[in-house]
């Protein structure tokens, strides 16, 4: 069979996302493996070109993994034929602008998400992208989790009857910086660079709900800053204007009701970082990054309420697991293969920019809610405009 080799651009590759996910845990694991097979048995293989401010830093970079490529001239790298897909992992705030210089130069597109700022411009990507017949895709790294894969296929094998309810648990405590540095980046607690829970979560519970259960119809949210002041990487002390928490409950359709409560500001008492429970009227399941148990209807335990008497049920030995019968790989990297395959075998890719307005429509729809007090119906939207 024939091989071929893909240049793929990599703007803001040595961010944290963009370093840990999209390059080492992706580019150069696909690279290691010897590329990408196609369906035909044809193997690509990948040639990354990084991309950033500071030559010093991509210099290193590209000495630490063997990469020949480097440059801070995004420019030029779009004008090079040399690379077919441009993948993005700047910070928000710059995104969007980048994405229209990659759309101009007929790149085909691969970026994380929130696609822009707003909704407003997150729509203009996507309808500047169908114009310029480029191929386009927005990460949906939650769908290829192992617990969520399990989960998914529980929901199609009809495992939970009719499905009623979702409760979903996401985040830890951020340290805010003074006596112990913080996990993540200032930035993300302020709006005026993009910051917030709301618009980092709500877009992934966007594609986690519709891809596994149905469209959201409709939000009610509380968008809160619980922490008001943090210190930075150079520890000076700044007011956090971002929401660090965010309390909501989503309408699906079908009836199902989503509760997902989203936060910086919590200590964690789960099995794991985010955690979700499906109730069914024959199963229910809990699941999280990579476990899954299950409590079919039959097994179900008889609870009484009594608050004299000491319950005897211990409820979490009535759960089965669910067994890991096939392998799952990093789900940036699986990703990654699949968009590949979408550049250059025109296979199937349905998360692309249009999916990418979506969450941002669920993100500002949210927030709209929390100011507002008021639950906000959702309409359905194309790269045409949207209809309710």
């Keep these: 069979m024939s091989e071929s080799t893909i240049g793929i651009i990599m703007n803001g590759a040595s961010g944290r996302m963009g370093y840990r996910q999209h390059l080492v845990r992706s580019i150069l694991a696909i690279r290691e493996q010897g590329g990408v097979e196609l369906a035909d048995g044809r193997r690509v293989h990948v040639r990354p070109l990084l991309v950033g401010r500071s030559e010093d830093k991509l210099a290193e970079l590209a000495k630490r993994h063997d990469i020949p490529d480097y440059t801070t001239d995004l420019d030029g790298a779009l004008a090079d034929p040399t690379w077919q897909i441009y993948g993005d992992f700047l910070v928000t705030k710059a995104r969007a602008a980048a994405i229209k210089k990659a759309i101009a130069a007929g790149k085909a597109i691969y970026t994380e998400k929130p696609t822009a700022e707003n909704y407003d411009d997150a729509l203009e990507l996507a309808r500047l992208a169908s114009e310029a017949g480029v191929k386009n895709g927005v990460v949906h790294d939650k769908l290829y989790l192992p617990g969520l894969q399990k989960l998914k296929r529980l929901v199609d094998s009809g495992f939970f009857g009719q499905i009623l309810s979702v409760r979903g648990e996401f985040g830890y405590w951020v340290f805010e910086g003074d006596w112990h540095p913080a996990q993540r980046p200032s930035w993300n607690y302020r709006a005026e660079d993009g910051g917030g829970i709301t618009v980092d979560m709500f877009p992934h519970w966007s594609y986690v709900l519709e891809n596994i259960f149905g469209r959201v119809e409709s939000v009610y949210a509380r968008a809160v800053t619980h922490i008001q002041a943090r ?20 309408e699906l359709e079908g009836g199902i009701v989503a509760q997902l409560n989203s936060s910086w500001a919590v200590r964690v008492n789960r099995d794991e970082l985010v955690e979700f429970q ?14 899954c148990k299950i409590q079919p209807r039959n097994a179900t335990p008889k609870p009484v309420w009594n608050p004299d008497l000491v319950d005897e049920i211990d409820y979490a030995s009535t759960w089965l697991d669910v067994p890991t019968n096939e392998v799952f790989e990093n789900g940036f990297k699986t990703q990654w293969e699949d968009f590949i395959r979408h550049v250059v075998d025109d296979a199937p890719h349905h998360y692309d920019f249009l999916a990418g307005a979506r969450g941002m429509l669920l993100a500002e729809k949210g927030l709209e809610s929390s100011r507002s007090g008021r639950r906000i119906d959702l309409p359905i939207i194309s790269v045409s405009g949207a209809r309710v």
Excluded: K, M, N, Q
Aim: aromatic residues 12%.
């Design 231 to 250: 210190v930075d990487e150079e520890g000076r002390p700044y007011p956090a204007t971002a929401d660090d928490a965010a309390y909501a409950i989503f």
């Design 278 to 291: 499906v109730d069914g009227t024959h199963g229910s399941a809990v699941v999280g990054l990579f476990g």
